[in-house]
């Protein structure tokens, strides 16, 4: 196993005070201090070459566990190890290996061209010349930066900038990538741009990558496999399909008429989640009715335009994980 | 090239674009040179005492100060500022690099570039525009050879000591959050015990030990007096010693605050 957690557990110590001025007063003389667990005991481990999803809500621990495996943050308690290393004990040694991209923020240096920031990385990982070039050229050409080399950094747009950042995390060959919401507030075609070097990076070179994400096409079209935290203990793991299947059988089918009739479209066994025009999806579980006995059912009652069965959305799945938590 | 150079030369460069700030610096540290020269030799020509420095020394004092008036650590690296409020300083460590090494490789290219760019034209100003205009009114040239070698010594530890003094500045940032006020109080001290309102000679008898025990004095006043001759070559390299032996103890302070501040972020969460 190249990444082990085993038990991880994060506390925060958060200053409170309260509210109004007789609060700020007594908060000058003795500060309350509360607790609050990031982490309770998380485990996993992830073997080379895996593109793993981590998922979660909002505060639900993602970040705090991806600053660990980085290095960043040390824990409270339990094991981590990374190809053998403790990351914050042997911190430096550590992020020597890793690459590490934060969406929210740039690791570009702001005033420097992005040619040359990715020189200054040269220095700073001690990369070999030759070495240095012939990933540069690669990068260059993989996350099509030709254009924007000499450009300095805060004139990028978001989409340029992180598939720079994505090349500044890459000059000294990391076998481990992480990657903390890299598409957030990308449009599209950056998205698309972002998920593509991804997974050519983790087919083609073997790279491990730990990626997490609020945005559930990246885990689609990426991830064999999803780790599910919330609320700093870990729901589910496992692949994509795993996942749908633990949390709903559900199958959703969807009617076009178009006699108007699509009002009147019921059925015993399943439940309306959408009327629409002449438009109805209901959703049913295939253990309970089959879909051909479901579709024979309606169309012998009502004149079928068109028709399809489909899964929920996998927002849908997730949101409902994360719902019958809290 | 190591990490910590690559990081002096790249601010170095970046410092060195804000040539229009040096150049107007420069107008106004000549005025007030000016002034300040003209409050001395005022003050020189009222007292029948004998003085612990020579009118032209005194001169060559004020000139250098104006000079290297940036050396004096007047605020802290509103970059490193802004890192610690959002507390984006976290993600600095997933560079292979020590923290406390990357702030002192910052500190050091600000401590030069813009020193250097002002400096240089005020040699100029000083030593060739001004004496033809105002005779005895400019920066005498070193007694000799070997004061200037020294000078230069003296220069680059002062340069190390300001760095030093602003990381510092910059560690005091982790315990409070909005106020650079331990910042600002290293820098009127500075400024204040690192002679550049009054030369450090001219203090009164009781309150030189202090002054010359502080770090602050290894900033202008040693230096220029060690250029002006003041201080003769031969002892310069106490000068030096002083400069060094404070840089070291200011580093060891800077680093253990540092790791302690880092520990509290952890705590507190990022």
């Known amino acids: 196993m190249q990444i082990v957690v085993d038990n991880l557990v994060k506390t925060f110590r958060v200053a409170e005070r309260d509210p109004g001025m007789l609060g700020s007063v007594r908060g000058l003389m003795r500060r309350r201090q509360r607790d609050v667990k990031a982490l309770a005991g998380v485990s996993f481990s992830v073997r080379a070459g895996e593109l793993v999803g981590y998922i979660g809500p909002n505060g639900a621990g993602k970040s705090t566990t991806i600053k660990i495996l980085a290095g960043i943050l040390v824990p409270d308690g339990g094991r981590v190890e990374v190809e053998g290393r403790a990351p914050w004990k042997q911190r430096i040694a550590h992020v020597s290996r890793i690459g590490v991209v934060f969406g929210q923020r740039t690791q570009l240096w702001w005033d420097l061209p992005v040619v040359e920031s990715l020189e200054m990385l040269r220095h700073i990982y001690r990369v070999p010349l030759d070495q240095f070039r012939a990933a540069r050229d690669e990068l260059v050409a993989l996350l099509e930066l030709g254009g924007i080399l000499d450009t300095p950094v805060r004139q990028l747009s978001l989409g340029q900038r992180m598939r720079a950042d994505l090349a500044a995390s890459l000059v000294h060959a990391p076998s481990i990538l992480f990657l903390d919401e890299p598409t957030i507030g990308l449009d599209a075609v950056s998205k698309l741009a972002v998920r593509a070097f991804v997974q050519r990076l983790n087919r083609e070179r073997g790279v491990t990558v730990i990626l997490t994400t609020h945005d559930m096409d990246d885990i689609e079209t990426l991830c064999q496999r999803v780790i599910v935290i919330s609320e700093g203990a870990i729901l589910s793991d496992g692949s994509l399909a795993d996942l749908r299947n633990r949390v709903t059988r559900e199958r959703w089918l969807t009617v076009d008429v178009d006699d108007g009739s699509a009002e009147a479209i019921t059925d015993s066994h399943a439940t309306v989640i959408r009327r629409d025009g002449n438009r109805v999806c209901l959703a049913f579980d295939p253990q309970v009715v089959s879909p051909a006995e479901l579709i024979r059912r309606v169309a012998s009652a009502h004149s079928i335009k068109d028709l399809f069965v489909e899964n929920p959305p996998i927002e849908t799945v997730i949101a409902r994980l994360y719902g019958s938590v809290s | ?270």
């Open chain 2, 1 to 270: 090239m190591s990490g910590y150079q690559a990081i002096v030369a790249a601010r170095f460069r970046a410092l060195l674009q804000y040539r229009a700030a040096a150049l107007g610096g420069l107008f106004t540290q000549v005025f007030f040179g000016l002034v300040r020269i003209m409050i001395l030799v005022a003050f020189y020509a009222a007292s029948s005492r004998s003085t612990p420095m020579s009118l032209p020394e005194v001169i060559g004092y004020i000139w250098l100060g104006q000079a290297t008036l940036l050396l004096i650590p007047w605020r802290n690296d509103g970059d490193i500022a802004e890192q610690i409020r959002t507390g984006n300083v976290v993600y600095e460590l997933t560079r292979p690099l020590d923290l406390y090494g990357t702030w002192l490789a910052r500190a050091i290219a600000w401590r030069t570039a813009p020193v250097l760019l002002r400096m240089l034209p005020m040699f100029v100003v000083a030593m060739l525009i001004i004496p033809p205009l105002l005779p005895g009114w400019g920066l005498a040239r070193p007694p000799s050879a070997a004061a200037f070698a020294m000078w230069v010594a003296c220069f680059a530890g002062a340069v190390l000591l300001s760095a030093a003094l602003t990381t510092l500045m910059n560690v005091t940032l982790m315990w409070t959050i909005a106020g650079d006020g331990a910042s600002m109080l290293i820098g009127s001290l500075a400024s204040m015990f690192g002679g550049l309102v009054i030369p450090l000679p001219l203090f009164p008898q009781w309150a030189k030990p202090f002054l010359y025990a502080l770090p602050f004095a290894g900033l202008l006043d040693l230096p220029s007096r060690v250029f002006t001759g003041n201080i003769p070559a031969q002892q310069a390299l106490w000068v030096v010693a002083h400069q060094l032996v404070w840089t070291a103890a200011l580093i060891a302070l800077g680093r253990w605050l540092l790791s302690r501040g880092l520990r509290r972020l952890a705590v507190q969460g990022g």
